[in-house]
């Protein structure tokens, strides 16, 4: 059907420029996969991420290329070079499926360390903030002044009193002081 509406010489002219744009499809898909996620990071939950997008996202330049290189050969048939590079992509094209399908679960992998990393690092922010509120409340409770609370607050470099905490007196500040961190504390725990 394409050998009768076109000469041999369009033929011809539209084979190589197939196989020329597959090519450079080709390039376009390494070059969008790879640079983005230079250097490897294997172990970093992230890059795995970060890269199984990218070969989606950009999977279809590959595919694109591959059924270019088919028409190419589809439309130079004795052409030795359309038909061996198509055989080529026909035999790489296994380990390509193989490939995405090993993506799935490459995925999954890297989507389940990274909740982990997410977690562990969630944990040890909670914790950091259990024990500066320990140390608040400690100087809290140790003031017997207003002048020594706002000393040992500065002391473990807490925010200072306003000037509004200084005029409530001792007893109402250190309630209103204990009941904040009882807050905190309560919501740090959900």
């Avoid at 809290?140 to 009193?161: C, F, K, M, W, Y």
């Amino acid at each position: 059907m394409v050998e009768a509406s076109l000469s041999v010489g369009e033929r011809q002219r539209l084979a190589g420029l197939a196989a020329a744009t597959a090519n450079a499809l080709l390039v376009i898909f390494v070059l969008a996969v790879a640079l983005p996620l230079l250097p490897p990071k294997f172990a970093d939950p992230f890059w795995l991420l970060a890269f199984t997008g990218a070969f989606c996202t950009n999977g279809f330049l590959a595919l694109l290329a591959v059924l270019l290189l088919h028409l190419a050969a589809a439309l130079e048939p004795e052409s030795r070079r359309h038909q061996a590079r198509r055989l080529l992509v026909r035999r790489c094209s296994r380990l390509v499926v193989l490939g995405f399908l090993l993506l799935i679960p490459l995925q999954g992998l890297a989507a389940w360390r990274g909740l982990e990393a997410a977690q562990s690092l969630a944990y040890r922010a909670g914790r950091v903030q259990q024990a500066r509120l320990a140390q608040i409340r400690q100087a809290v409770e140790r003031s017997g002044t207003i002048a020594e609370l706002q000393n040992q607050l500065a002391a473990i470099q807490a925010p200072p009193l306003s000037p509004a905490d200084q005029r409530l007196g001792l007893p109402a500040l250190k309630a209103d002081l204990l009941t904040q961190i009882k807050a905190q504390e309560t919501s740090l725990l959900k």
